[in-house]
């Protein structure tokens, strides 16, 4: 699927959505929005499969589920991101706290 993928939340040779299992459709999803973010998010592995109908809702679904789905996201990412560099590090780059949602544990598949 194109060019090496980085991640520090999933490996990215395990091709599985992180959150529904599927095996089709797989999408390279940056777990940080805006362009810029993108970027880092790159550089730094925050970025995972997504199959495209969770792909989908995630970006584009203005439910509250969604929405605390995509944040638990982040909150996860930033935990993972601080176990390898700091958060004081995570602070500089994000300058935002990512607090856990319950929904946090819907990605069964990280
Ligand atoms: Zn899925
Ligand atoms: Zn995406």
Not at 33 to 38: D, E, L, S, Y
Not at 50 to 55: E, F, G, K, T, V
Not at 78 to 101: G, I, S
Request: include cysteine; charge should be positive.
């Amino acid at each position: 699927m194109g060019r090496k993928k980085k991640s520090i939340l999933v490996n990215p040779e395990r091709e599985v959505c992180a959150l529904c299992g599927s095996q089709t459709d797989l999408e390279w999803h940056h777990v940080m929005h805006g362009t810029a973010n993108r970027q880092i998010a790159d550089k730094y592995g925050l970025a995972l499969w997504l199959c495209h109908s969770c792909h989908e809702e995630l970006h584009s679904s203005k439910e509250t589920i969604w929405r605390d789905i995509d944040k638990g996201l982040m909150a996860y990412a930033q935990r993972k991101f601080e176990e390898k560099y700091d958060h004081a590090k995570w602070m500089q780059l994000f300058m935002k706290n990512y607090e856990f949602t319950r929904e946090a544990a819907l990605w069964k598949y990280i």
